[in-house]
C-alpha cells in the first residue's frame, strides 16, 4: 500500500509539473529563425511538384475545405471510406500488389470518381532487413504515381532517396513548424500534427510554415 501510494503521488507531481512547463511554452518567439524556412536544393519547388503529380494536396493548401482523413486495413474498408466521403485513405502498402491487380481496376477507377487520395502506410516498426525487402514494392507504388506515409526517420529517408513524395505520419510527434519544415525540405508534401496540439498551437504552426513558403516562393 506504501509503494502504492507512493507511485501514485510522484505521478501526480510529474503530471503538475510536466502541466506548469507546458504552460510556459504555449507560444514560443518564433522571429530570428528565418533560416529555417529557407527551400535548401529546391525542397519547395519538389514539394509543389510531388504534389501536383499526385493531383492531391494542392486541395488542402489553396483551400480552406476541412478534409476528411482515414486509416483502414483491408480493401473493403477503403472502398466504404472512399464512399463515405473520405478526402484521403491511407492504406498499408502490403496491399499495393492487391490493389493494383486486374480484378481491382473497377474499385480504382471508383476511388478516382470519388476524388479520394491513396497513400500507402509503411508499417510504423521497420527493421534493416525489412526495409531492404520493402525498396522494390516501393519503387512499384513510385512507378504507379501513389505516395507514401512513413512513421519514422528510416522510411522517411528511403522515401527521398527513391524519390517518392510522403507524408510525415503522427508517429513522428511534430510539435512545431521548425520539425515540420525539416520534414518538407526531405520530400514531405504533408505533415501530421501531434495531437497533443490545442488549436491556437496548431494556428501557430500552420502560420509559420505559410510564412516560410512565402518567402521560398519570393526567391524563385
Not at 530570428?32 to 527551400?39: D, K, M, P, Q, R
Not at 513548424?177 to 520530400?187: E, I, K, L, M, R
Not at 514531405?188 to 510564412?211: D, G, H, M
Request: aromatic residues 6%; neutral net charge.
Amino acid at each position: 500500500m506504501l509503494k502504492n501510494t507512493r507511485r501514485k503521488a510522484a505521478e501526480l507531481l510529474l503530471e503538475k509539473t510536466l502541466k506548469a512547463k507546458k504552460k510556459e511554452q504555449k507560444h514560443p518567439d518564433l522571429e530570428g529563425f528565418n533560416h529555417l524556412c529557407s527551400a535548401e536544393s529546391g525542397a519547395e519547388s519538389k514539394i509543389e511538384a510531388g504534389m501536383k503529380k499526385t493531383g492531391t494536396g494542392l486541395r488542402g493548401k489553396d483551400s480552406k475545405k476541412l478534409l476528411l482523413s482515414v486509416e483502414v486495413q483491408d480493401i473493403s474498408s477503403l472502398l466504404q471510406a472512399a464512399t463515405a466521403g473520405a478526402d484521403i485513405v491511407y492504406v498499408p502498402v502490403s496491399l499495393f500488389e492487391e490493389l493494383m491487380s486486374p480484378r481491382n481496376a473497377d474499385m480504382l477507377e471508383d476511388l478516382k470518381a470519388e476524388r479520394a487520395e491513396l497513400i500507402f502506410r509503411i508499417p510504423r516498426i521497420t527493421h534493416d532487413r525489412e526495409l531492404e525487402e520493402l525498396k522494390p514494392l516501393l519503387e512499384k507504388v513510385r512507378d504507379a504515381g501513389f505516395t507514401l506515409a512513413c512513421s519514422s526517420l528510416g522510411t522517411s529517408q528511403l522515401a527521398k532517396e527513391l524519390s517518392i513524395p510522403f507524408v510525415a505520419q503522427k508517429d513522428l510527434n511534430i510539435f512545431n513548424a521548425f520539425t515540420a519544415s525539416a520534414f518538407y525540405q526531405a520530400g514531405a508534401y504533408r505533415a501530421t500534427l501531434s495531437s497533443e496540439l490545442n488549436l491556437n498551437e496548431i494556428k501557430n504552426v500552420c502560420e509559420t510554415l505559410q510564412t516560410c513558403w512565402l518567402q521560398a516562393r519570393s526567391k524563385f
